[in-house]
T-cell receptor
């Protein structure tokens, strides 16, 4: 089955710097890759997602890149702010256009943005 | 914003007791997922439903866990009898289903402590 590895497990940056979180997946058939942000006491909230027919997607300060050949994808946050501090999860799924709906999650990255 | 609603938010009970967790998916979402989050295992899929029918419950211990959708507005996850190792945060997520329609939206979870 699918396995998703996420690195680093913790990341500390200064406010205004960029943060990069990387994930690799094992099943080349995976075709949907969302990123979730989880704040303390809350559920994971979708922040951006990408499908396998796209190499890059941006939404303001957040961008995701996908390399299907290498089976890895990354989250980039520019101009970080203290409110970006949270745990970020990557996930992979076989379900785009298919019948399987489950997400396989990475173990998470705790991002701390220091003012 | 439409939200997934989970009740109760917190539950503390003694080993051996029955526990019932409830989820109200976002109106119009026809796929409902149950996840469990622990420090050691991260986010794990327990079961999911589409149009109220169970599609996959392979992640769920069958001897003590059961998941149902009595109607389109309510999903339940029951543990009977509960054990200390069941202590975790249980999340419900819902999503639309169909070609190109992916995102899962999570509730804020039920934090379960079994003494």
């Amino acid at each position: 089955g699918e396995n998703v590895e996420q690195h680093p497990s913790t990341l500390s940056v200064q406010e205004g710097d960029s943060a990069v979180i990387k994930c690799t997946y094992s099943d080349s058939a995976s075709n949907y890759f969302p990123w979730y942000k989880q704040e303390l006491g809350k559920g994971p909230q979708l922040i951006i997602d990408i499908r396998s027919n796209v190499g890059e997607k941006k939404d303001q300060r957040i961008a995701v890149t996908l390399n299907k050949t290498a089976k890895h994808f990354s989250l980039h946050i520019t101009e970080t702010q203290p409110e970006d501090s949270a745990v970020y999860f990557c996930a992979a799924s076989l379900s785009y256009g298919g019948s399987q709906g489950n997400l396989i999650f990475g173990k998470g990255t705790k991002l701390s943005v220091k003012p | 914003d439409a939200r997934v609603t989970q009740t109760p938010r917190h539950k503390v009970t003694e080993m051996g007791q029955e526990v019932t967790m409830r989820c109200q998916p976002i109106l119009g979402h026809n796929t409902v997922f149950w996840y469990r989050q622990t420090m050691m295992q991260g986010l794990e899929l327990l079961a999911y439903f589409r149009n109220r029918a169970p599609l996959d419950d392979s992640g769920m211990p069958k001897d003590r866990f059961s998941a149902e959708m009595p109607d389109a507005t309510l999903a339940t996850l029951k543990i009977q009898p509960s054990e200390p190792r069941d202590s975790a945060v249980y999340f419900c997520a819902s999503g639309p289903w169909g070609e190109g329609r992916q995102p899962q939206h999570f509730g804020d979870g039920t934090r379960l402590s079994i003494l």
